[in-house]
């Protein structure tokens, strides 16, 4: 709307300047001297000068405004518009040097022969004596015939620049618009369509230009297709490697990483998004200890360097294994060679791993201990009864005999249930597994517990719609009685006095579904005294308890039942309301 109006009124104010220009030259054509009186042949000249000036004008609007549109589009940096204005230059230039050297010397000879024409009838009239009158009335149409000669070569010159101008403006829209469709074309395949093609209806050049791109782009397509297919499958096999792998390049920053390399990061830096962060993102020990490795690998100038680090966590002992591998890239080219170095890195979490072989060693120790002891234990058992019965008439008075007999024979009671624990520890019994529902089984037994000992508040959070899962009932309520056991003696140990007012103690069991995984999360808590820093980072391990009655393998058979069952237990942080007590979670598979 804006544009037409503004091209009406330009167009406007042409045709007001190009009617003021022909009035100044009517008006001063006809005050000229001897023009007051004209004929018929002098207002066909004036008609025709008028005529030519207004088609200059016409000629002149059109020349300019193309000429300023192509300057315009030359400062918005238009596609081709560069291309368009050098050859609308090259084009005005040998058109106007000609038409102008060809105008002069015209107007030179026109000029001449006028003049020439003119004074040969003064000469004649004076000779003969003609009238005088007619010679002044022709002579004033002299100007009126030389500007329509001028006017005619002007608009002969114009037209000439202008049939130039549009050659050049065809011309350059048939060579410019194959060259914007392709430079359109080459920004489309930049940003990532591969299916963009050129039209193949012209000739010549442009035409095997146009196909060359169209199997160019068909190539690319194929391959960036392949190269993605390769990515998708490296990225799976990534994604699906069970390790944290990581690769840095040269400068330090992390280029890609797998599922697990986040959950690690997670887990123990507390940082989710650190993709193209160089190593020292993740603190100092991370960084120090990372370079100490680095340092080591290329100073021994190896290909690839395996490292076990062991560290506190959260109060556990943790054990993480490094590998590390240089990792080159070699572009090979007959004339290139361009070297790409980065670094593969594998962290391996065997903390749990470490935990399992140690267990596993105290359970065949426990096996051999059980055995060993089993065997002597009999023939001493049978021999104190047999003295017992032989000498039972005959030492009936002698209470120190009776009382020595019975005190080996009730140590020997005591090794065997010793060693029955560490036969049951050793190798639990086979799996007899059902579909078992977890809160019904934590409500059956919380009954006896809670009638057992009124003195505790037990409190039950369980998950109103849990699903059933696979499990030995009898072991999963060994668990579970295992748990609520130790919790009862901690509150009944010396530094806790259960029948203080207003120190309630409490026992909280709490089953929920795991949110992002399949897995029941149970919670066992308790606010006794929490479990001393000095056994929590081998509180699963047998033998190892707070008490010096107590065997400690209580929990060593809770963490071995339900890593057999392909669930994890650990020590976790209390709850606010728990206070300083212990809370221990339990993950089960769905």
């Not at 749990?352 to 234990?377: C, G, Y």
Request: net charge positive.
């Amino acid at each position: 709307m804006y544009s037409s109006s503004r091209k009406r009124i330009v167009i406007l104010l042409l045709s007001l300047a190009s009617l003021l220009i022909t009035g100044w030259l009517e008006f001063f054509l006809f005050n000229r001297e001897y023009l007051s009186k004209y004929d018929t042949n002098r207002i066909s000249l004036f008609l025709l000068i008028n005529i030519h000036v207004v088609a200059i004008l016409i000629l002149l609007y059109l020349i300019i405004r193309q000429s300023i549109k192509l300057f315009v589009e030359t400062d918005k940096i238009s596609t081709g518009s560069n291309f368009r204005r050098n050859l609308l230059f090259s084009f005005s230039i040998f058109s106007i040097i000609p038409s102008v050297l060809v105008f002069f010397i015209a107007g030179k000879l026109i000029t001449a022969s006028i003049d020439q024409n003119y004074l040969l009838i003064q000469k004649e009239q004076k000779n003969i004596g003609v009238k005088i009158v007619d010679y002044k009335k022709f002579k004033s149409t002299r100007n009126p015939v030389y500007w329509s000669f001028l006017f005619t070569f002007i608009l002969a010159t114009l037209i000439i620049l202008f049939l130039s101008l549009w050659c050049a403006i065809y011309l350059a829209k048939g060579i410019s618009k194959p060259i914007l469709e392709l430079l359109n074309a080459m920004g489309m395949v930049k940003n990532g369509n591969w299916n963009v093609t050129l039209n193949q209806d012209y000739s010549g050049d442009l035409k095997n230009l146009s196909i060359g791109f169209n199997q160019m782009t068909k190539t690319l397509k194929m391959a960036h297709e392949q190269l993605e297919q390769n990515n998708k499958e490296m990225l799976m096999i990534i994604e699906n490697i069970k390790e944290a792998v990581f690769y840095i390049n040269k400068q330090a920053r992390i280029v890609t990483y797998n599922t697990a390399s986040k959950n690690i990061v997670e887990k123990f830096l507390n940082l989710t998004r650190f993709k193209n962060k160089r190593i020292n993102y993740f603190g100092p020990q991370v960084t120090l200890k990372a370079t100490e490795i680095i340092k080591e690998l290329l100073k021994n100038n190896k290909k690839q360097l395996t490292k076990e680090i062991n560290f506190s966590f959260k109060s556990e002992q943790k054990t993480l294994l490094v590998h590390i591998t240089r990792v080159q890239n070699n572009f090979s080219n007959t004339q290139i060679n361009i070297p790409e170095e980065g670094l593969l890195i594998i962290i391996e979490d065997l903390s749990d791993i470490v935990k399992m072989n140690k267990i596993k060693t105290w359970q065949q120790a426990a096996s051999q201990i059980a055995h060993e002891i089993k065997n002597p234990l009999t023939p001493i058992q049978l021999a104190t009864q047999h003295l017992q019965r032989k000498y039972k008439n005959i030492l009936q008075q002698d209470k120190v005999f009776f009382d020595s007999t019975n005190t080996i024979l009730n140590h020997v009671k005591i090794i065997k249930d010793l060693a029955s624990h560490f036969s049951e520890y050793a190798q639990l019994p086979s799996n007899n597994l059902e579909l078992i529902d977890i809160n019904k089984i934590i409500e059956e037994i919380g009954c006896l517990y809670t009638v057992s000992y009124p003195e505790i508040n037990f409190i039950y959070e369980l998950e109103p719609i849990i699903p059933k899962i696979k499990f030995d009932p009898k072991k999963i309520k060994r668990v579970f009685v295992n748990l609520l056991d130790n919790s009862i003696r901690a509150l009944n140990n010396k530094n806790i006095n259960l029948n203080r007012k207003g120190d309630q103690n409490i026992i909280k069991i709490k089953t929920s579904i795991k949110t992002g995984s399949n897995q029941i999360e149970i919670l066992f808590s308790d606010n006794g005294p929490g479990i001393p820093k000095s056994v929590k980072n081998t509180l699963f391990m047998p033998y190892v308890s707070t008490e010096q009655k107590n065997m400690g393998l209580g929990l060593a058979i809770v963490h071995e039942i339900v890593a057999q069952n392909g669930g994890y237990v650990k020590l976790v942080e209390p709850s606010i309301e728990i206070k300083n007590g212990a809370s221990f979670q339990i993950l089960l598979p769905i």
